[in-house]
C-alpha cells in the first residue's frame, strides 16, 4: 500500500481519471523513483469524513504476476526447444491466414517437413545431440524464408511452413531453398550429421479450403515425398487422397482379418537340382477382403509394415506353416518350409523366444523352420540382430539371407551371422541367360555364397533355360513356375508327392 499524495504520479492520474476507476481495478503504469515504468493494480475508493469526501487508493506491483503471465503465453504458444511458434500458435495463424486469403483473393500454402531418418541420430547420438540437431535445422530452415513466413515445430521432428501472397513458383522455390539448407552436414562436439527432409505442401483454396484438410492434405503430399525416396518435395494432388484413403481402408481391414484369421497360406516348392526333389517350400500370405476383394501381398505388406501389423500376422503365417508341416508329416526328413521375417519383427524384444514357444507347442522340430532375413534388416542395430540370429541358430532354425543383391549388407557381416541359404532375388534371374549383366551378377554371387559355405536358391526360375543356366553355375536350388506356382496346401501336397514319385 501507498500514502497517494507521496506519489505525484498517482496524483495526477488520479484527479483526471478517478471517476472512471472508483470503486474498481485498474491496471496502470507506475513509476519508481529511478524513472523505471512497472505495471500496478490500482484500486480506489471513497471515504466520507464529515461530509467531506476524500479518495482512497490501494497499488499493488504486479511485475511479477505479469512476467509469470509472458511466460505461460510463452509456453503456450511456443516450442521451448527451438523457441519457435507451436501447434497451437501456427494453427491460429493459419486461421486467420485463411480469413485474409478469402477477403483479399490470394493463395495461402502450408509446407510440412519431415526429417529423414533422424531416429538415427536420437538412437546413436543421444537424444540431448538430436537436440541441438533440431535448432540448427531449424536455425537453416529460417533462413531460407520472408520475414513475413511463419515457421513452426509441430512436434518431433516435424517442421510447418505458413507462406501467404504467393503462387506456385514462390513455394516451389521455398521447397528447394529449404532442401538446399540441410544439404550441408551439422557439426555437433566434432561429430557430423547429415540431414536430409521429404517435403509436402498444400494450397489454399484449390487444395482445401479450411485448416484441417489444408493440414491434411500437405501431411499427405509429405509422406508422398518420402515414399518416394525421401530428401526431395511433393505438390498435393487429389489422387494422394484416394491413395491414403485405401491405405487407411486396408490398416482397418487388415486388423479386422487378424482378429478373424481369414488369410491364406500358399506353398510355392522347393526344388534340389542336383537330385531333381521337393525339399521344401516357401510359405506366402494371401488375403481376399470381403470389401476391397483380392488385395495383393505386394500392396498390403508394405501397408502391414508401416503399421506394425506384420508382427501378427507373421506369428499368423508361422503358426499356420507349422500346421502345414504337420499335416505333411514329414518331420524325420529334410522337408522345411522357408518363412519371411520382417526387421520390425526382428525388432521386437521378445522375437526369439515368442518364435520358439510357437514352434515348440506346434510340436514341430525348428529344423524345419527357414527363416528368411532380408538385406535390409541387418542395417538396423546389428549387434542385437545378430544376438538373436545365433539364439535362433543354437535352437535349430535355418537361417536365410533373402533378396540378396538389393540391399546394402555388409559382407563382414553376412559371414558373422553365417547364413544357411543365400536366395537370390528374382530380378537378377528372370531374364537369364539372356542379359548379360545379370549373368555376371549372377555368377558373382554364387561363387560368393559358396565362398562363405553357403547352399544357394534363386527365385524366379521361369524357363528351362534360366533352371539349366542356374545349374550349371553350381546353383543348389531354384522356385519359380517353371516347376510350379504357388499351391494352396491340399495341391502342394499332391504336388509333392507326384514329383518325388518321378
Not at 520475414?147 to 522455390?173: C, N, P, Y
Request: net charge negative; charged share 25%; glycine share 6%.
Amino acid at each position: 500500500k501507498y500514502s497517494l499524495h507521496h506519489d505525484q504520479y498517482l496524483k495526477n492520474y488520479l484527479s483526471t481519471e478517478v471517476k472512471n476507476i472508483i470503486g474498481i481495478g485498474r491496471e496502470v503504469q507506475g513509476k519508481r523513483k529511478n524513472g523505471d515504468v512497472f505495471p500496478i493494480d490500482l484500486a480506489v475508493s471513497k471515504i466520507v469524513v464529515g461530509g467531506k469526501v476524500l479518495l482512497s487508493g490501494i497499488i499493488r506491483d504486479i511485475t511479477e504476476n505479469k512476467q509469470a503471465q509472458e511466460r505461460i503465453q510463452k509456453l503456450a504458444f511456443k516450442d521451448t526447444l527451438t523457441e519457435l511458434p507451436n501447434r497451437q500458435l501456427l494453427l491460429d495463424r493459419v486461421g486467420h491466414a485463411i480469413e485474409n486469403s478469402k477477403r483479399y483473393q490470394y493463395s495461402t500454402a502450408l509446407i510440412f517437413i519431415d526429417l529423414d531418418d533422424f531416429k538415427i541420430i536420437n538412437d546413436s547420438a543421444g537424444h540431448m545431440t538430436g537436440d541441438r540437431v533440431l535448432i540448427e535445422v531449424a536455425n537453416r530452415l529460417q533462413t531460407r524464408l520472408r520475414h513475413s513466413d511463419t515457421l513452426a515445430r509441430i512436434g518431433g521432428d516435424e517442421f510447418v511452413v505458413l507462406l501467404e501472397k504467393v503462387d506456385q513458383t514462390i513455394v516451389l522455390h521455398t521447397m528447394e531453398r529449404l532442401l538446399q539448407s540441410l544439404s550441408d552436414s551439422i557439426m555437433i562436439d566434432e561429430q557430423k550429421y547429415f540431414i536430409s527432409a521429404s517435403i509436402g505442401t498444400a494450397s489454399y483454396p484449390q487444395d482445401g479450403k479450411d485448416v484441417a484438410t489444408l493440414f491434411s492434405n500437405a501431411d499427405t503430399a509429405m509422406y508422398t515425398a518420402k515414399n518416394a525416396g525421401k530428401n526431395r518435395y511433393s505438390f498435393f494432388v487429389a489422387q494422394m487422397n484416394e491413395e491414403v484413403t485405401r491405405k487407411h481402408k486396408i490398416i482397418q481391414n487388415l486388423q479386422s482379418a487378424i482378429e478373424k484369421g481369414s488369410f491364406t497360406l500358399v506353398f510355392q516348392p522347393q526344388v534340389s537340382l542336383e537330385d531333381n526333389t521337393v525339399i521344401g517350400a516357401e510359405a506366402l500370405i494371401r488375403w481376399t477382403d470381403e470389401e476391397l476383394g483380392f488385395v495383393s501381398p505386394a500392396e498390403f505388406i508394405p501397408v502391414a509394415e508401416s503399421s506394425g501389423l506384420i508382427v501378427p500376422i507373421t506369428m499368423w503365417v508361422i503358426k499356420t506353416a507349422c500346421l502345414a508341416i504337420k499335416t505333411i508329416r514329414n518331420q524325420e526328413s529334410e522337408f522345411k518350409i522357408a518363412i519371411n521375417i520382417s526387421s520390425l519383427q526382428i525388432k521386437e524384444k521378445k522375437f526369439v523366444e515368442i518364435i520358439h514357444q510357437t514352434v515348440i507347442d506346434s510340436d514341430i522340430s525348428p529344423r524345419q523352420i527357414e527363416l528368411e532375413i532380408t538385406e535390409g534388416a541387418l542395417i538396423d542395430n546389428i549387434e542385437d540382430t545378430i544376438k538373436k540370429i545365433q539364439l535362433l541358430k543354437s535352437y535349430g532354425y535355418r537361417i536365410a539371407i533373402d533378396d540378396f543383391g538389393t540391399g546394402y549388407s555388409s559382407l563382414s557381416y553376412v559371414k558373422q551371422l553365417g547364413f544357411e541359404k543365400l536366395k537370390i532375388d528374382q530380378t537378377f534371374v528372370r531374364n537369364l541367360p539372356n542379359d548379360e549383366n545379370d549373368i555376371g551378377l549372377t555368377k558373382s554371387i554364387i561363387a560368393m555364397g559358396k565362398a562363405l559355405g553357403m547352399k544357394i536358391i534363386a527365385e524366379g526360375a521361369e524357363t528351362k533355360e534360366s533352371v539349366a543356366f542356374l545349374k550349371e553355375n553350381g546353383c543348389d536350388m531354384v522356385q519359380g513356375y517353371y516347376f510350379s506356382q504357388p499351391l494352396s496346401l491340399e495341391d502342394f501336397l499332391q504336388f509333392f508327392a507326384e514329383f518325388n514319385d518321378t
